[in-house]
């Protein structure tokens, strides 16, 4: 058995000759809102915190247990931008489906996998705006 641990946890995973998991994953507590639907059908809104992220899927902290295979839309807030900005297109809502999960002190932690793996691009120049002088 393989052991990890998140948040003084333990989890217990069979080990594997060899990884699974295409992309690494990066520790970031990342707020987020989870949008589903419950078991009967209701919509809902729930404040969570993605634990970490890799470009495959997500582990997520929530309060309201998600069924296995449920499919969710993680939304991450951010403060609005002006048009005019010239910033790197970023990925604000991430549609998913709820592949593990476990429950322990009052929330669940769940392991979510991207619809759409998100797409790294290394290299790629920032579009420039021309220096303006304050004089």
Same mark, same amino acid.
């Given at each position: 058995?393989?052991?990890?641990?998140?948040?003084? &946890?333990?989890?217990? *995973?069979?080990?594997?000759? $060899?990884?699974?998991?295409?992309?690494?994953?990066? +520790?970031? %507590?990342?707020? !987020?809102?989870?949008?589903?639907?419950?078991?009967?059908?209701?919509?809902?809104?729930?404040?969570?915190?993605?634990?970490?992220?890799?470009?495959?899927?997500? &582990?997520?902290?929530? *309060?309201?247990?998600?069924? $296995?295979?449920?499919?969710?839309?993680?939304?991450? +807030?951010? %403060?609005?931008? !002006?048009?005019?900005?010239?910033?790197?297109?970023?990925?604000?809502?991430?549609?998913?489906?709820?592949?593990?999960?476990?429950?322990?002190?009052?929330?669940? &932690?769940?392991?979510?996998?991207?619809?759409?793996? $998100?797409?790294?691009?290394?290299?790629?120049?920032?579009?420039?705006?021309?220096? !303006?002088?304050?004089?």
């Amino acid at each position: 058995m393989q052991y990890s641990s998140v948040k003084g &946890l333990t989890l217990r *995973r069979p080990k594997s000759d $060899l990884e699974r998991r295409k992309w690494g994953r990066l +520790p970031l %507590a990342i707020p !987020v809102f989870v949008r589903s639907k419950d078991e009967n059908e209701k919509e809902f809104l729930e404040f969570a915190t993605a634990l970490n992220v890799c470009a495959g899927g997500a &582990l997520v902290a929530v *309060r309201r247990a998600l069924p $296995l295979y449920s499919q969710v839309l993680l939304e991450i +807030p951010s %403060a609005p931008l !002006v048009s005019t900005t010239k910033l790197p297109k970023a990925a604000r809502n991430l549609q998913a489906r709820v592949v593990w999960a476990i429950h322990s002190e009052g929330y669940q &932690l769940a392991g979510v996998k991207f619809s759409h793996a $998100l797409q790294v691009r290394l290299n790629q120049p920032l579009e420039r705006r021309k220096a !303006v002088s304050s004089v």
